[in-house]
Structure formats: C-alpha cells, structure tokens
C-alpha cells in the first residue's frame, strides 16, 4: 500500500522539481497531490506521465496525507506546517523556519540519516540550505576519516536560488544588455546581468548576510557543532546550479590520495578531477543530475593538514527538491510511518 503524498508549493521551481523527482525515483505513492496558494488553483502540473491540477493550499483537507513536501517558503510554512503536522502527515520542508528548531531534525541523508526518527517530536523535518547540503554530503566523509577543524568557503550561487522572478530577471537584463535596452533590477540589490553581488539575503549585525549565516549554523547542526566555519555567499549570473570554493583544515594528516578515495567512495559524490584544461565541473554539467561533484582537490601549504576543493552540485534537485524526497525514502525504508489507508 503506497502512500498520499502532497507537494505544497507546486507550481514554484522547487515545487515543480519535487514532483519530477518524486516521479523519477518511482516513490511509493498511491497518490500525488499538488497544492498551492489560491491565485494557483487549477493551474497544471506534470507529475510523471500525468498532469495534476493544483489545489487551493486554504481548502485542502490534509487529514489522510502521510507526508507533505513544503516548498511555500518560511511565512507558509510557520503558519501551515504546525496545522499540517497536527493532522497526522510528516511535514518535509524546505524552508529556514524550522531549521534551528531543537525538537526538527536537520537532514541530509547521506550525512545524518539516523537523525530522521526525531520527527515525532512535531511531527516535521527540515531540509538545509541549499548551498549547505552540498557542501556537508562533500565534507561529511573527510570529517570521519580526519576530522575538520575549521572550514571557509566562498560559493558562488546561482540566480534559481532566489526563485524564479531572479531567473526571469537575468533572462531580461541579459537581453537588455545586448539589445542596448534598460537595464531594470527589481529581484537583487544591483544588477546581475553580467555582475556578481556579494550579498545573498539581508545583512546581520556582525556584517554576515542571513546565508553566510545558515551555512555556519546548519554545518554545525547536521555534521558536528564543533566544526568553525566561515563563508562569504556570492550569486551569480548562473541560472542553475551552485558551486564553492571549499578550504578545510583537519585535526589529523590526510593526503590528497586520501581524500580522492574516500570522495570517490562516498555516497551522494562523484569526483571528477584532472589535473588540465577542463579536467572539473562547472555548475552547467551539474544541471539536472543528482550528484555532488567534486573538483580541484589539492594541499592548502599555508596550515598543516590543509586540503582545497571545488564543489557543485543542482541546487534546485540535491539543495532542495532531491533531498526532500530523499527524506522522504528514509522514512519509508526505515518503516518510520505508515500509510494511513488506501489512496483514492
């Protein structure tokens, strides 16, 4: 007996990544469901070979749902999670509101799997930024064989992070600029047609953005509070895909050797690094694959056990909508929930 599964937040990219996925990887659902805000009732969805049509998030009984995958944003979710998760579905979400909640287990499968059974608590789960979960599937399997000490990264954040009025929004500045037009910014601070801004949510009393800041927290939950960490978050004229510039420094000797090996047999990553022209991966090739890569692995000479790294990733499939479903998987195979009854 499959379970009844809705997507709230179905026609946002996440959304919309969440029922191709939940499709792809043949999860056992009886019934699919697409949910969304009024002004989205009716609107179609493709789930599969099938086309759904989205329901108004205000009306929607949710009493014979086993799990939900919240991808509304933090306002939705404050107010809609609770009530969700009071009517018996696991509430898998993918927004900041319930992160660094205590009683919310922070999850990202390949690292923290056996952190899923303390979802009863609230009876929801979160998924970690975007730019986070990438980053700990890469660091996790290093941390078990030498342990990290300390960690800064720069990323370098794709536009699809901020929705799809800031993919729209590079679509049209790009255009404008090579049809001489006018150059209008609605979605970022300044332009990002052609331009980097160093700046990815609002800015915090220390001088850290709120993204800077997620990465640092949600590391420290998901892997080890031990860990230091500091990041300089960065977005870029990319549509897709997210990448970072990673230094690690470890506690105990690791070789260059060492840390390809164990990357290459860790689950969720795929190292792809030769030493010449076009010997990595760029945010590009990520697109649409469900794989950390990983790049540029090589000794940092200024500390002592010092490595440097590049690492991408689809921030719309592992940094969000693939971790979900993920989540999802390890409640089922862990037989964690069952369904409630036969779905329709």
Request: aromatic letters at 6%; hydrophobic letters at 40%; charged letters at 25%.
């Amino acid at each position: 007996m499959g379970y009844k599964v809705a997507v709230v937040g179905a026609t946002g990219n996440v959304g919309r990544e969440m029922l191709d996925i939940l499709a792809e990887r043949n999860f056992p659902a009886d019934e699919v469901v697409a949910v969304a805000s009024r002004r989205s009732q009716g609107v179609e969805c493709s789930f599969g070979d099938k086309t759904l049509k989205v329901k108004a998030l205000d009306h929607f009984d949710f009493s014979d749902v086993d799990i939900c995958l919240m991808s509304a944003g933090g306002a939705v979710s404050k107010e809609w999670s609770p009530k969700i998760a009071a009517q018996g579905a696991v509430v898998i979400d993918n927004s900041s509101a319930w992160r660094m909640d205590p009683d919310v287990p922070l999850v990202v499968p390949e690292v923290n799997a056996d952190a899923v059974a303390g979802f009863a608590k609230k009876n929801i789960i979160a998924n970690p930024n975007c730019s986070t979960a990438q980053l700990v599937v890469a660091l996790k399997p290093l941390h078990d064989k030498a342990k990290i000490k300390r960690v800064v990264v720069a990323t370098y954040q794709s536009v699809s992070g901020a929705g799809k009025e800031a993919m729209d929004e590079l679509f049209s500045q790009s255009k404008a600029v090579f049809t001489l037009g006018e150059v209008e910014t609605k979605k970022f601070p300044k332009r990002i047609a052609f331009n980097v801004i160093p700046q990815i949510d609002v800015f915090m009393e220390d001088g850290y953005t709120k993204e800077e800041w997620k990465m640092m927290m949600e590391t420290k939950k998901i892997l080890d509070p031990h860990i230091k960490l500091t990041a300089t978050c960065v977005r870029v004229p990319v549509f897709v895909g997210h990448s970072e510039a990673v230094n690690v420094e470890f506690e105990n000797p690791i070789s260059v050797e060492e840390a390809r090996a164990i990357l290459r047999s860790a689950p969720g990553c795929l190292v792809i690094d030769k030493h010449e022209p076009g010997g990595y991966v760029t945010p590009y090739e990520c697109v649409g694959e469900d794989t950390t890569y990983i790049s540029r692995i090589r000794t940092d000479p200024t500390i002592d056990n010092g490595l440097q790294m590049w690492v991408v990733s689809d921030n719309l499939r592992k940094g969000a909508a693939l971790n979900a479903v993920q989540i999802a998987e390890c409640l089922d195979s862990r037989k964690l929930i069952r369904a409630k009854k036969k779905a329709a």
